[in-house]
């Protein structure tokens, strides 16, 4: 009777975790849905991960409106190793549980957007460091090469243009 008390309350743990961590990503904007999801495309693409990892939560974000559809965006949020190993159909949708005993993986993003969609150029950030291995000099660097990614307003604007 106990075990079956234990069971129920530990798949009930794990359903609320599930829930409340795609929640949070549910609650991103659109625009940072984009960033997470590059960043997810390419940890999982690397050849040393064999579990998928799922985005797990915020940590700083920060946005600024530039004007005419503009936008420059910097996330810094954590990956989290789930259950699924690589290759699993439909990861990112399917209910993979996260896993404890791997450590989470840091990223920042950078990236300018038009209209909502993610600009080429300047070419996005993408920085991911497993949690115990980021520094703070690594965090001073991203924070460095984002704030230089000429994002300036100096270009030339709309109302430059001669008609």
């Given at each position: 009777?106990?075990?079956?008390?234990?069971?129920?309350?530990?798949?009930?743990?794990?359903?609320?975790?599930?829930?409340?961590?795609?929640?949070?990503?549910?609650?991103?904007?659109?625009?940072?849905?984009?960033?997470?999801?590059?960043?997810?495309?390419?940890?999982?693409?690397?050849?040393?991960?064999?579990?998928?990892?799922?985005?797990?939560?915020?940590?700083?974000?920060?946005?600024?409106?530039?004007?005419?559809?503009?936008?420059y965006i910097y996330h810094?949020?954590?990956?989290?190793?789930?259950?699924?190993k690589k290759g699993t159909?439909?990861?990112?949708?399917?209910?993979?549980?996260?896993?404890?005993?791997?450590?989470?993986?840091?990223?920042?993003?950078?990236?300018?957007?038009?209209?909502?969609?993610?600009?080429?150029?300047?070419?996005?950030?993408?920085?991911?460091?497993?949690?115990?291995?980021?520094?703070?000099?690594?965090?001073?660097?991203?924070?460095?090469?984002?704030?230089?990614?000429?994002?300036?307003?100096?270009?030339?604007?709309?109302?430059?243009?001669?008609?």
């Amino acid at each position: 009777m106990a075990l079956l008390l234990y069971v129920v309350l530990f798949g009930a743990g794990v359903l609320l975790t599930f829930t409340e961590v795609q929640g949070s990503f549910s609650k991103l904007s659109d625009t940072n849905k984009k960033g997470v999801e590059q960043a997810l495309q390419q940890v999982n693409a690397h050849e040393g991960i064999q579990h998928y990892f799922l985005f797990f939560k915020t940590i700083q974000q920060s946005q600024i409106e530039a004007g005419f559809g503009v936008t420059y965006i910097y996330h810094n949020f954590y990956l989290k190793a789930t259950k699924c190993k690589k290759g699993t159909e439909n990861a990112d949708t399917a209910k993979c549980a996260f896993r404890n005993d791997r450590p989470l993986i840091d990223c920042a993003i950078c990236y300018k957007t038009y209209a909502g969609e993610i600009e080429a150029e300047p070419k996005p950030y993408v920085n991911c460091v497993h949690k115990p291995a980021l520094t703070e000099d690594m965090k001073t660097t991203r924070m460095d090469h984002c704030n230089k990614m000429g994002y300036g307003s100096g270009s030339p604007t709309l109302l430059a243009t001669k008609s």
